[in-house]
């Protein structure tokens, strides 16, 4: 596994745990020598305990070597970042060329080499004419094997997959990961053989229209607010559709993350090369960035448009619960123009303060919940962690009564409201 970040990683440990010999390979040798002591860099519940496992039964080794991991692995899996290009839209794909030359100056034998990071169409067929420059096309073959995970959910996802895609050009390939793949086929995951590209297409697909399900219902929501109507009754109403369903309907901030932000851009900076316009993903994108916007403007009419010197709490600040990743999450964008503004902002998230934070005005990270509430004049419950969902906000505060805005629709207003408190939610 080249890359030991969130898909090298938590695709590497599982693969170790299915009985596989598998080596973990990154240029950071200090995070090769934290994942030999067993602490994991990333937060991802049950990993840790994995990693620990198959380190100390030797099916899973870690090292800075890549040259010799190569030669001694049969199935090479490129884990790499496939960030958005700094200034422009298209995915920033120099980390995967930078390793498919290193791949091709260390082949000695027949090597299947996977692409699981994210990767725009024919960037397959970009890998296969690195390789040729040094090798022959018997000596290995490219795939795209995209992963499903989504975090906090990895090693579920991983173990129990909806789908294992594998797009080959060649039935040798196929055969030899529909193997390794087994175990999970044997419970019931559903294996597709497709073309290369196709698999490559797949991935950016499927992240395109769960994008657009999370921007479309929280379109909704506005709508909602407008018209005195429940989204949560919307939400039920539609997803119980089984043309539609039921996941990712539920409204909230801002999408964010490391996938449906760059995905989304990165299709449709695909699309523009083949001279296709795909005004949908397009108009996802747009709604999706003023996302935040229309949010901050909620937090200005709630106050009263006065912000200067309001104390506000932010519960949660990762873009969603059980991870620690910052990456496009709404409070990047609110924290900042609420400091601006003259707001006091404290938050508290469960995986502990952030360095995204740390030189904005104004801005402190406490340890409890206690803490971060204690004299606020409004407190945002900004990400569902379960550390939330049942907090007694009366016994909690015993001095002046604060504004509850909560953007997941955690709590029932009546129950709020009996506590005494302004409550303010999406869409209801």
């Given at each position: 596994m080249?890359?030991?970040?969130?898909?090298?990683?938590?695709s590497?440990?599982?693969?170790?745990?299915?009985?596989?010999?598998v080596v973990?390979v990154?240029?950071?040798?200090?995070k090769?020598k934290?994942?030999?002591?067993?602490?994991?860099?990333?937060?991802?519940p049950?990993l840790?305990?994995?990693?620990?496992?198959?380190y100390k039964n030797?099916?899973?080794t870690?090292?800075?070597?890549?040259?010799?991991?190569?030669?001694?692995?049969d199935?090479?899996?490129?884990?790499?970042?496939?960030?958005?290009?700094?200034?422009?839209?298209?995915?920033?794909?120099?980390?995967?060329?930078?390793?498919?030359?290193?791949i091709?100056?260390?082949?000695?034998?027949?090597?299947?080499?996977?692409?699981?990071?994210t990767?725009?169409?024919?960037t397959?067929?970009?890998?296969?004419?690195?390789l040729?420059?040094?090798?022959?096309?018997?000596?290995?073959?490219?795939?795209?094997n995209?992963?499903f995970l989504?975090?906090?959910?990895?090693?579920?996802?991983?173990?129990?997959?909806?789908r294992?895609v594998?797009?080959?050009?060649?039935?040798?390939?196929?055969?030899?990961?529909?193997?390794?793949?087994?175990?999970?086929?044997?419970?019931?995951?559903?294996?597709i053989?497709t073309?290369?590209?196709?698999?490559?297409?797949?991935?950016?697909?499927?992240?395109s229209f769960?994008?657009?399900?999370?921007?479309?219902i929280?379109?909704?929501?506005?709508?909602?607010?407008?018209t005195g109507?429940?989204?949560?009754?919307?939400?039920?109403?539609?997803?119980?559709?089984k043309?539609?369903?039921?996941?990712?309907?539920?409204a909230?901030?801002?999408y964010?993350?490391?996938?449906f932000?760059?995905?989304?851009?990165?299709?449709?900076?695909?699309?523009?090369?083949?001279?296709?316009?795909?005004?949908?993903?397009?108009?996802?994108?747009?709604s999706?960035?003023?996302?935040?916007?229309?949010?901050?403007?909620?937090?200005?009419e709630i106050?009263?448009?006065?912000?200067?010197?309001?104390?506000?709490?932010?519960?949660g600040?990762?873009?969603k619960?059980?991870?620690?990743?910052?990456?496009?999450?709404?409070s990047?964008?609110?924290?900042?123009?609420?400091?601006?503004?003259?707001?006091?902002?404290?938050?508290f998230?469960?995986t502990?303060?952030?360095?995204?934070?740390?030189?904005?005005?104004?801005?402190?990270?406490?340890?409890?919940?206690?803490?971060?509430?204690?004299g606020?004049?409004?407190?945002?419950?900004?990400?569902?962690?379960?550390?939330?969902?049942?907090?007694?906000?009366?016994?909690?505060?015993?001095?002046k009564?604060?504004?509850?805005?909560?953007?997941?629709?955690?709590?029932t207003?009546?129950k709020?409201?009996?506590?005494?408190?302004?409550?303010f939610?999406?869409?209801?």
């Open positions: 080249i890359g030991t970040g969130y898909v090298g990683l938590v590497g440990v599982c693969f170790a745990d299915l009985g596989n010999d973990c990154d240029k950071d040798i200090s090769i934290l994942l030999e002591k067993g602490k994991v860099p990333i937060y991802e049950g840790s305990e994995l990693v620990i496992k198959n030797k099916r899973l870690f090292s800075s070597n890549l040259k010799k991991s190569i030669k001694e692995s199935i090479i899996f490129i884990c790499v970042g496939t960030p958005t290009k700094k200034g422009g839209s298209s995915a920033d794909l120099t980390q995967i060329y930078n390793v498919a030359k290193e091709s100056i260390s082949i000695n034998k027949f090597k299947i080499i996977v692409t699981k990071s990767v725009p169409v024919a397959g067929d970009e890998i296969e004419k690195i040729l420059k040094k090798n022959s096309k018997k000596k290995f073959s490219v795939v795209s995209p992963e989504r975090e906090g959910e990895a090693l579920r996802d991983f173990i129990y997959p909806d294992i594998v797009g080959s050009n060649d039935k040798r390939s196929n055969r030899i990961l529909k193997s390794l793949y087994n175990p999970l086929i044997s419970k019931g995951a559903s294996y053989h073309t290369r590209r196709s698999a490559e297409l797949i991935k950016y697909a499927s992240n769960l994008a657009t399900k999370i921007t479309f929280n379109e909704i929501a506005n709508l909602c607010e407008k109507v429940n989204i949560e009754d919307i939400s039920i109403g539609i997803g119980l559709d043309r539609i369903g039921s996941r990712f309907l539920r909230g901030p801002a964010g993350g490391s996938c932000p760059k995905d989304t851009k990165a299709i449709v900076s695909t699309a523009d090369k083949f001279k296709t316009n795909l005004s949908v993903i397009k108009s996802v994108i747009k999706n960035e003023n996302r935040s916007n229309l949010l901050l403007n909620r937090v200005y106050l009263n448009k006065k912000i200067k010197k309001k104390i506000i709490t932010f519960l600040v990762t873009f619960a059980n991870t620690d990743d910052m990456r496009d999450s709404s990047m964008k609110m924290i900042p123009a609420l400091s601006k503004k003259g707001a006091i902002i404290k938050y998230d469960p502990g303060s952030k360095k995204e934070f740390e030189k904005i005005k104004n801005v402190s990270y406490e340890n409890s919940i206690k803490k971060s509430i204690m606020a004049d409004l407190v945002i419950i900004h990400t569902e962690w379960n550390d939330f969902k049942s907090i007694n906000f009366k016994n909690l505060n015993k001095g009564k604060f504004i509850i805005y909560d953007m997941r629709n955690i709590y207003p009546s709020i409201k009996i506590q005494g408190f302004k409550y939610s999406i869409g209801r």
